[in-house]
């Protein structure tokens, strides 16, 4: 490569502000002050250096010899900028996504920042911080250092740090929004201030319109400023979509979809919803880059007016979910504020406090899983039984009859149920998998049976209640063998 290629870029990287601009994971980030680090676009960087490069040109040679800054000059200067410039993770431990840089004698290279977030004073260890804070004690020196851009973590929480700040109005809108959850929704705002996935949840974020639960979404978004995606469980599984949860801290989606929307198969997404809340590794594919394997970090939170179904039966995925409900409608009422969401940026550095003592108090109890209150396991069991419609159909029109002839043909009950989930508004599976369903539910055995002339497959000892109109509308009559049956 020729000499004045390799100056070019020299001189580039020495006129810009220390730390200010790395390549990381296929991406370029720059760093500003109260902004942090935030992704640039390659034709923004492209356009710079080309920029920088016909300066350079313009200054050192003749002005004939400006022909030469061309496509290919430009591709090179930029190659050898990056080689300087990216972010190295061999020795730093897979699951840690923040680093401490270090820029000597042209060289670029990094230490491993596990737990540091950044605020637009202080960079805090937050597993220190947030258990000194909750347990009243002096903050270490050594958790704290001013902030500057040798760390290297997405976005910055936009606010100063002070561990004397406090957040009244946020503490009343707490209490009043979410009174049977608000411990949790203080775990889960600390635990999304870092990259610890080792907790396996999600959350559901349940509430009518009008209680609240947007606000505290977007202040959650707001504490998570610059470290924030927006993947939609219709999209999991979806080639591109999913490499943003390898680098961001925080999957917000204000309005959940439905698992069963999407490309591919629903248990491609559930697959790979399960992978995201363990923090597993996956290879990813990004735009003009080679697919890649990464650890999925975010933390995936959804908000919802209705409780989720999933499809997933081993209880793989419930065992993972926590539902965080906002019970009480404010929307209309003589404590609606509208002005609340202003107000409540301005207390940003107390809820940055009260987060981590949420943090703090989770990591103090040494629970192996994130915690839930009876009222949000209740609401979860709610939502497991409804997104299991064969045992909900089961309950309300099939009972157990070992009278003698007493069975229903498969296919019938199958049609009854397909009706069933129609007006519920429930997804559909296949005939083979609710006929096991019901099977399972209700314990019973199956065989062929005379029937007008055919032998179908038959349930044994079950009926249709009497006192129950079908989905279909016909009168829950058995169906019983003709005369001379079996």
């Not at 490569?1 to 020299?10: N, Y």
């Not at 992704?39 to 920029?51: A, C, F, H, L, R």
């Not at 606000?215 to 469980?233: M, Q, Y």
């Amino acid at each position: 490569m020729p000499v004045v290629t390799q100056d070019i870029a020299r001189c580039y990287i020495m006129q810009l502000p220390p730390l200010s601009l790395v390549h990381d994971a296929g991406k370029w980030w720059r760093f500003r002050e109260n902004v942090g680090w935030r992704e640039q676009t390659d034709d923004e960087v492209k356009n710079e250096v080309w920029k920088f490069t016909w300066d350079s040109m313009n200054a050192n040679v003749a002005s004939a010899m400006q022909e030469s800054v061309t496509e290919y000059l430009v591709r090179d200067v930029l190659g050898c900028v990056k080689s300087v410039l990216s972010v190295s993770r061999q020795d730093v431990d897979a699951m840690d996504a923040t680093v401490f840089l270090r820029f000597s004698e042209g060289d670029l290279s990094v230490d491993a920042a596990d737990g540091y977030v950044a605020t637009q004073t202080h960079h805090l260890h937050v597993p220190t911080v947030a258990k000194a804070l909750y347990l009243g004690k002096p903050i270490p020196e050594d958790a704290i250092r001013p902030a500057d851009s040798t760390l290297f973590t997405p976005g910055i929480i936009p606010c100063e740090f002070d561990p004397q700040a406090t957040c009244p109005r946020w503490l009343e809108f707490v209490e009043k929004s979410c009174p049977y959850d608000a411990e949790m929704l203080q775990k889960m705002f600390g635990l999304a201030l870092t990259f610890n996935r080792g907790y396996n949840v999600f959350f559901t974020i349940f509430g009518e319109a009008g209680t609240g639960k947007s606000t505290a979404l977007d202040v959650l978004a707001t504490l998570c400023t610059g470290t924030t995606c927006a993947i939609s469980l219709s999209d999991f599984a979806k080639t591109f979509r999913t490499y943003n949860l390898t680098v961001k801290r925080l999957n917000l989606v204000q309005d959940m979809s439905s698992i069963f929307e999407g490309d591919r198969y629903v248990s491609d997404r559930e697959g790979l919803l399960k992978s995201c809340t363990a923090g597993e590794v996956k290879e990813v594919e990004l735009k003009y880059v080679n697919p890649c394997s990464r650890r999925f970090r975010s933390l995936l939170v959804f908000g919802t007016n209705s409780l989720p179904r999933f499809a997933d039966r081993s209880n793989a995925i419930s065992d993972r979910m926590r539902v965080i409900s906002f019970p009480v409608v404010s929307r209309g009422t003589e404590w609606q504020d509208i002005h609340l969401a202003a107000r409540l940026r301005e207390e940003l550095p107390g809820i940055l406090n009260w987060s981590l003592r949420g943090y703090g108090e989770l990591l103090e109890s040494g629970a192996a899983k994130f915690p839930e209150t009876e009222y949000s396991s209740a609401l979860k069991c709610d939502a497991i039984k409804d997104s299991r419609p064969e045992e909900l159909f089961c309950d309300e029109f099939l009972v157990h009859d070992d009278g003698a002839n007493m069975f229903l043909p498969t296919m019938q009950v199958y049609k009854e149920f397909e009706q069933y989930c129609i007006q519920r508004r429930h997804h559909v599976p296949s005939a083979k998998r609710a006929i096991q369903e019901i099977t399972r539910c209700l314990k019973l055995e199956k065989d062929r049976r005379s029937l007008n002339g055919k032998t179908p497959m038959c349930f044994l000892g079950v009926r249709f209640k009497d006192d129950e109109p079908l989905p279909s509308g016909r009168s829950p009559v058995p169906a019983l063998p003709p005369v001379g049956g079996w």
